[in-house]
């Protein structure tokens, strides 16, 4: 509060004196008091200085008590912080939601996070592009704030690399021939014409077995009907292993080689004449199991 | 029919001699070549007349099918010989006391003959001409407490008179169906065969293959063809057969595990008996040794099928035969089982040899002309029968028989095509054997003269037969 001037002897300034003057003359009532005022002010101050004549004593100001302000209103919720981390994601990646809010007793994030607390983070898996609205709610006011988590498909898988064209080792045989060897009546020793045929299948399975590892071959032996079912069942026998020992001379691995009899029991033909016996006669290449 | 008409003119004769040799033992002159000729020589082999029994009310129902086993099983015997019914009197005896002695009347007045009078069925009716017989056999049946009743005689009509005619006299029961009737004919056509020293087949099993279910599989029957079953149904490749002495188990050859490996099967109950083949490409032609302790078979051994044996379990594998070349079929004499014969490219094609079971005196049985397979011993272990194709075109296999001392083989079937697997009966007497006779091969028995063939098998192809003492 500001009191009207109020000195001693130290000074009673002009500007002042004249303004006490002019309200002096102005209400004559209160001229006599003031003297009076005026006169003990300057007696009870007793100071050396020269003191002025006692001016007239300057009017009081009279302050009414001022009425107490309210308080100030509390301060609104304040959302400091919202955001996403990160902001586009592949469909079925998530995304982190962090906010810091001030000044806020309700806080809630729509889209199923629900009620949170001032400062967090959650964990959200959107499975198509969302907005996530913060809202802060406190006795000064709302505020909300809102951030939109992207979502894309995700990228497809790369293509295979480009394949060597790998074909089976069946196909290969079926393919490029593998032809029969064949005998002569009741023999199984390795004619020219056979050593022939092997020679060329010894190639073609080295090349299927470089190909297909894990391949295997069946040498079938075979009889024409001639000879009886015993005898014949260890002749076509002895064509097999006869014929799988000439490959395994030309280098074809010979665990990769298994042998088989069919005796008579596997014509090719059933004419009774010497051209059919002679295909009968014979060892065939199988894909083995 | 046909054939079995020729074979029975031309080997009626040979039956005389070879049928008496087999069975009593005694060489009948010079042992014979290759041919069957028509040669009769009176041996003695006597002849019988079997009149067609009837039946009283029920009984009467199945008589045919017992009259045609009666017949067919004293026939097949091979030790009678059959009189016609066709030259039988039409008065038949049913019983003993049917026969009535003829009265010779006494001439009266001069001039007169005395004459003969029949009276009723007599024994000259049978032993005279035009039926000529030995003896007879007849009877009949009647239902007795619900089952049928066989009353049978066998009868030497060269005797004077009725009284000491009689040889047989018996009552045979059966069930009176007609399973029942046809095995009291049997029981009945035993004991007449039993007089005449010949040894009853009843009971005796023949073994199989037949791909009549699809595939090959091991099958059984009765010696007469009746009641055949399937035995294994591994719906792949199963075949040669081979029966333990005591009838109880079957040993064959199967690509059932993928390359062909021997099993061993209980034939009662079917089960599978443990076998451990050895490790190879192939093992077959499985075969007992008399004792049934072990198993011998042919194997791949050094890149060649061997002879070799084993423990009937498959333990204690041992190599019999050592050589460079193809070796099958062992076959053990059952008398000895110190020897046997097998089969062998050793000289070229396959021939017969024969060796002790440690492959130790070899001994080569046939000329090395054609292709040989399949022998077979004789009970008696001195005989023996196998296929050979000599003097056909390569594939053309008959049967023929050898004396193994003196090693003269008989060709008993004559024809071109496949006979072949011949395997004697436990009678010594009879052989079976399969043959392509059209476009299927069946199963035949005929006797060791190469007459009474008789086709056993009509469905699929049958083959590989082997004849084996039922299970004991």
Same mark, same amino acid.
């Given at each position: 509060?500001?009191?009207?001037?109020?000195?001693?002897?130290?000074?009673?300034?002009?500007?002042?004196?004249?303004?006490?003057?002019?309200?002096?003359?102005?209400?004559?009532?209160?001229?006599?008091?003031?003297?009076?005022?005026?006169?003990?002010?300057?007696?009870?101050?007793?100071?050396?200085?020269?003191?002025?004549?006692?001016?007239?004593?300057?009017?009081?100001?009279?302050?009414?008590?001022?009425?107490?302000?309210?308080?100030?209103?509390?301060?609104?919720?304040?959302?400091?912080?919202?955001?996403?981390?990160?902001?586009?994601?592949?469909?079925?990646?998530?995304?982190? +939601?962090?906010?810091?809010?001030?000044?806020?007793?309700?806080?809630?994030?729509?889209?199923?996070?629900?009620?949170?607390?001032?400062?967090?983070?959650?964990?959200?898996?959107?499975?198509?592009?969302?907005?996530?609205?913060?809202?802060?709610?406190?006795?000064?006011?709302?505020?909300?704030?809102?951030?939109?988590?992207?979502?894309?498909?995700?990228?497809?898988?790369?293509?295979?690399?480009?394949?060597?064209?790998?074909?089976?080792?069946?196909?290969?045989?079926?393919?490029?021939?593998?032809?029969?060897?064949?005998?002569?009546?009741?023999?199984?020793?390795?004619?020219?014409?056979?050593?022939?045929?092997?020679?060329?299948?010894?190639?073609?399975?080295?090349?299927?077995?470089?190909?297909?590892?894990?391949?295997?071959?069946? +040498?079938?032996?075979?009889?024409?009907?001639?000879?009886?079912?015993?005898?014949? +069942?260890?002749?076509?026998?002895?064509?097999?292993?006869?014929?799988?020992?000439?490959?395994?001379?030309?280098?074809?691995?010979?665990?990769?080689?298994?042998?088989?009899?069919?005796?008579?029991?596997?014509?090719?033909?059933?004419?009774?004449?010497?051209?059919?016996?002679?295909?009968?006669?014979?060892?065939?290449?199988?894909?083995?199991? | !029919?046909?054939?079995?008409?020729?074979?029975?003119?031309?080997?009626?004769?040979?039956?005389?001699?070879?049928?008496?040799?087999?069975?009593?033992?005694?060489?009948?002159?010079?042992?014979?070549?290759?041919?069957?000729?028509?040669?009769?020589?009176?041996?003695?082999?006597?002849?019988?007349?079997?009149?067609?029994?009837?039946?009283?009310?029920?009984?009467?129902?199945?008589?045919?099918?017992?009259?045609?086993?009666?017949?067919?099983?004293?026939?097949?015997?091979?030790?009678?010989?059959?009189?016609?019914?066709?030259?039988?009197?039409?008065?038949?005896?049913?019983?003993?006391?049917?026969?009535?002695?003829?009265?010779?009347?006494?001439?009266?007045?001069? =001039?007169?003959?005395?004459?003969?009078?029949?009276?009723?069925?007599?024994?000259?009716?049978?032993?005279?001409?035009?039926?000529?017989?030995?003896?007879?056999?007849?009877?009949?049946?009647?239902?007795?407490?619900?089952?049928?009743?066989?009353?049978?005689?066998?009868?030497? @009509?060269?005797?004077?008179?009725?009284?000491?005619?009689?040889?047989?006299?018996?009552?045979?029961?059966?069930?009176?169906?007609?399973?029942?009737?046809?095995? @009291?004919?049997?029981?009945?056509?035993?004991?007449?065969?039993?007089?005449?020293?010949? %040894?009853?087949?009843?009971?005796?099993?023949?073994?199989?293959?037949?791909?009549?279910?699809?595939?090959?599989?091991?099958?059984? !029957?009765?010696?007469?063809?009746?009641?055949?079953?399937?035995?294994?149904?591994?719906?792949?490749?199963?075949?040669?057969?081979?029966?333990?002495?005591?009838?109880?188990?079957?040993?064959?050859?199967?690509?059932?595990?993928?390359?062909?490996?021997? #099993?061993?099967?209980?034939?009662?109950? =079917?089960?599978?008996?443990?076998?451990?083949?050895?490790?190879?490409?192939?093992?077959?032609?499985?075969?007992?040794?008399?004792?049934?302790?072990?198993?011998?078979?042919? &194997?791949?051994?050094?890149?060649?099928?061997?002879?070799?044996?084993?423990?009937?379990?498959?333990?204690?594998?041992?190599?019999?035969?050592?050589?460079?070349?193809?070796?099958?079929?062992? %076959?053990?004499?059952?008398?000895?089982?110190?020897?046997?014969?097998?089969?062998?490219?050793?000289?070229?094609?396959?021939?017969?040899? #024969?060796?002790?079971?440690?492959?130790?005196?070899?001994?080569?049985?046939?000329?090395?002309?054609?292709?040989?397979?399949?022998?077979?011993?004789?009970?008696?272990?001195?005989?023996?029968?196998?296929?050979?194709?000599?003097?056909?075109?390569?594939?053309?296999?008959?049967?023929?028989? !050898?004396?193994?001392?003196?090693?003269?083989?008989?060709?008993? &079937?004559?024809?071109?095509?496949?006979?072949?697997?011949?395997?004697?009966?436990?009678?010594?007497?009879?052989?079976?054997?399969?043959?392509?006779?059209?476009?299927?091969?069946?199963?035949? &028995?005929?006797?060791?003269?190469?007459?009474?063939?008789?086709?056993?098998?009509?469905?699929?192809?049958?083959?590989?037969?082997?004849?084996?003492?039922?299970?004991?």
């Amino acid at each position: 509060m500001d009191d009207g001037p109020r000195s001693g002897c130290a000074s009673l300034q002009p500007e002042k004196v004249k303004e006490a003057s002019s309200t002096m003359f102005r209400n004559m009532k209160t001229v006599g008091a003031f003297v009076l005022a005026a006169t003990l002010l300057v007696s009870a101050t007793a100071c050396k200085k020269k003191v002025a004549p006692p001016a007239a004593p300057p009017a009081p100001v009279v302050q009414t008590p001022a009425p107490t302000p309210p308080p100030p209103p509390p301060a609104a919720a304040r959302i400091t912080n919202f955001s996403a981390e990160p902001r586009s994601i592949q469909r079925g990646q998530s995304s982190t +939601l962090s906010w810091t809010v001030a000044n806020a007793t309700d806080i809630a994030i729509d889209n199923g996070v629900g009620t949170v607390q001032a400062n967090g983070t959650r964990q959200v898996l959107p499975n198509a592009s969302t907005s996530y609205t913060l809202t802060a709610r406190g006795p000064g006011g709302t505020d909300t704030r809102t951030v939109t988590v992207e979502v894309t498909a995700p990228p497809a898988p790369p293509p295979p690399p480009p394949a060597t064209p790998r074909i089976s080792g069946a196909d290969m045989l079926s393919r490029e021939g593998g032809a029969d060897v064949l005998f002569g009546y009741d023999k199984s020793d390795i004619r020219d014409d056979a050593r022939q045929v092997l020679t060329k299948d010894a190639d073609l399975l080295k090349r299927i077995f470089a190909a297909d590892p894990s391949f295997t071959v069946m +040498l079938e032996g075979n009889c024409d009907e001639r000879g009886s079912a015993e005898y014949n +069942l260890g002749l076509g026998d002895r064509r097999s292993t006869s014929a799988k020992d000439f490959l395994v001379q030309q280098g074809v691995p010979a665990d990769k080689l298994r042998t088989i009899s069919y005796g008579k029991d596997r014509p090719v033909c059933t004419e009774a004449n010497e051209d059919c016996y002679q295909r009968n006669r014979r060892v065939h290449l199988a894909p083995g199991q | !029919m046909k054939l079995q008409k020729v074979l029975t003119v031309v080997g009626t004769a040979g039956l005389l001699a070879v049928g008496a040799f087999v069975l009593a033992g005694r060489v009948a002159g010079q042992q014979r070549g290759s041919d069957i000729s028509g040669v009769i020589t009176n041996t003695g082999v006597p002849v019988i007349a079997i009149a067609d029994l009837r039946g009283v009310g029920d009984a009467q129902q199945n008589m045919a099918a017992f009259n045609t086993t009666l017949w067919d099983e004293v026939s097949n015997a091979g030790v009678l010989k059959m009189a016609s019914k066709s030259l039988y009197p039409l008065d038949v005896p049913q019983r003993p006391q049917d026969f009535r002695q003829p009265t010779v009347t006494t001439p009266v007045r001069r =001039g007169e003959i005395s004459r003969t009078v029949k009276n009723g069925p007599w024994l000259t009716d049978w032993s005279g001409p035009p039926v000529a017989a030995n003896y007879l056999a007849f009877g009949y049946t009647a239902v007795v407490d619900g089952r049928l009743a066989l009353y049978g005689w066998l009868f030497n @009509v060269g005797q004077p008179d009725a009284a000491s005619a009689q040889v047989i006299g018996k009552v045979y029961f059966g069930t009176l169906d007609v399973a029942g009737t046809r095995q @009291v004919a049997r029981d009945f056509a035993a004991d007449i065969l039993q007089q005449f020293g010949a %040894k009853s087949l009843a009971g005796t099993k023949i073994y199989f293959v037949s791909d009549r279910s699809g595939s090959k599989e091991i099958w059984s !029957m009765d010696y007469d063809g009746m009641n055949q079953k399937q035995l294994t149904r591994y719906n792949s490749t199963s075949n040669m057969p081979a029966v333990s002495p005591d009838g109880s188990l079957v040993a064959f050859t199967t690509y059932a595990g993928g390359n062909p490996q021997i #099993r061993i099967h209980s034939i009662a109950s =079917g089960r599978r008996m443990p076998f451990y083949n050895p490790v190879s490409s192939v093992v077959e032609t499985p075969e007992f040794t008399p004792d049934g302790k072990q198993l011998l078979f042919a &194997t791949t051994v050094d890149g060649w099928v061997q002879i070799c044996i084993a423990n009937v379990d498959g333990s204690g594998f041992r190599r019999i035969s050592n050589v460079r070349a193809i070796e099958v079929s062992p %076959k053990v004499n059952p008398k000895t089982g110190a020897d046997m014969l097998f089969i062998s490219g050793r000289s070229g094609h396959q021939q017969l040899w #024969r060796s002790t079971l440690d492959g130790a005196d070899l001994q080569r049985l046939t000329s090395g002309e054609g292709d040989v397979s399949n022998p077979s011993w004789n009970p008696n272990g001195k005989t023996i029968a196998f296929a050979w194709t000599r003097g056909y075109e390569p594939g053309n296999f008959n049967i023929f028989v !050898m004396d193994v001392a003196t090693q003269m083989p008989v060709q008993l &079937t004559q024809g071109t095509g496949r006979n072949e697997n011949p395997w004697w009966a436990p009678d010594g007497v009879h052989l079976v054997f399969s043959s392509k006779r059209g476009n299927t091969t069946q199963i035949y &028995t005929m006797l060791a003269d190469g007459s009474n063939v008789r086709q056993l098998t009509t469905q699929g192809n049958n083959i590989q037969p082997v004849w084996a003492n039922g299970a004991n």
